[in-house]
T-cell receptor, first 114, second 112 residues
Framework: KQEVTQIPAALSVPEGENLVLNCSFT??????LQWFRQDPGKGLTSLLL?????REQTSGRLNASLDKSSGRSTLYIAASQPGDSATYLC?????????????FGRGTQLTVWP | SQTIHQWPATLVQPVGSPLSLECTVE??????LYWYRQAAGRGLQLLFY??????ISSEVPQNLSASRPQDRQFILSSKKLLLSDSGFYLC???????????FGPGTRLTVL
C-alpha cells in the first residue's frame, strides 16, 4: 500500500525566505503527483501536478520537482509571503487498478510572518 | 469554467440520525467524482469514486454509502451516524481517471 510522508510537519519562517517542503512515497509506480494548498476550514486548492514522466513543474513562485526512482518530490516556494501561510499537501496517484486514487500525506503547516 | 459545490457547509447531527451530503459540479460533463474524508489527526482518505451515473466504487468498508443519480451530482449518505463519522468531507472531480483532481469547499460534520 502506498504511504506518503511529508516533512516537516510544521514550518515557521519570516517573510522573504525561500522554502523547501518535502514529500516522500513508498511505491515509485505512481501515475502523477499533485501538490495542494489548504487554508483553515477550507477545501483543497490544486497548485501543481507533475506527471510521472516529468521532472518538474513551475507556477509563479512555486516549483515542484519529482524523482520517482527515489520516491521523492519537493515543493519550492520562492520569496515567501504571509499570504502563503497554509497547509501544503502532496498526493501520489496510483497506477493500474488504483488509478484515480490519491494517496495523501498529512501535510506541512506553513506560517510566514511579516 | 468548472465549479464544484457542496452543501451544507457545516452540520451537527446526533448519533443514530441519517445523513445526506450533496456535491454538484458545473461546467463539465461526465466528470469522475470522488468523496474524501479528512478526520482529525489523520490524512485525507478516499471513500468513494464514480466514473458515471449509477457507477460507484467503495474504497473503505464503513457506515456510509454514495449515489450518483445525475451526471454531475454525487451524494454521500448514512442511515445511522456514528461518532466516528465526524470529520471534514470533501468532494472532488476530474475529467478522467488519472487527471488532476479539483476539490470542493467541504462539509464539516460533527456527530454528537
Amino acid at each position: 500500500k502506498q504511504e506518503v510522508t511529508q516533512i516537516p510537519a510544521a514550518l515557521s519562517v519570516p517573510e522573504g525566505e525561500n522554502l523547501v517542503l518535502n514529500c516522500s512515497f513508498t511505491d515509485s509506480a505512481i501515475y502523477n503527483l499533485q501538490w495542494f494548498r489548504q487554508d483553515p476550514g477550507k477545501g483543497l486548492t490544486s497548485l501543481l501536478l507533475i506527471q510521472s514522466s516529468q521532472r518538474e513543474q513551475t507556477s509563479g513562485r512555486l516549483n515542484a520537482s519529482l524523482d520517482k526512482s527515489s520516491g521523492r518530490s519537493t515543493l519550492y516556494i520562492a520569496a515567501s509571503q504571509p499570504g502563503d501561510s497554509a497547509t501544503y499537501l502532496c498526493a501520489a496517484q496510483g497506477r493500474g487498478s488504483t488509478l484515480g486514487r490519491l494517496y495523501f500525506g498529512r501535510g506541512t503547516q506553513l506560517t510566514v510572518w511579516p | 469554467s468548472q465549479t464544484i459545490h457542496q452543501w451544507p457547509a457545516t452540520l451537527v447531527q446526533p448519533v443514530g440520525s441519517p445523513l445526506s451530503l450533496e456535491c454538484t459540479v458545473e461546467g463539465t460533463s461526465n466528470p469522475n467524482l470522488y468523496w474524501y474524508r479528512q478526520a482529525a489527526g489523520r490524512g485525507l482518505q478516499l471513500l468513494f469514486y464514480s466514473v458515471g451515473i449509477g457507477q460507484i466504487s467503495s474504497e473503505v468498508p464503513q457506515n456510509l454509502s454514495a449515489s450518483r443519480p445525475q451526471d454531475r451530482q454525487f451524494i454521500l449518505s448514512s442511515k445511522k451516524l456514528l461518532l466516528s463519522d465526524s470529520g471534514f468531507y470533501l468532494c472532488a472531480w476530474s475529467r478522467d481517471r488519472g487527471n488532476e483532481q479539483f476539490f470542493g469547499p467541504g462539509t464539516r460534520l460533527t456527530v454528537l
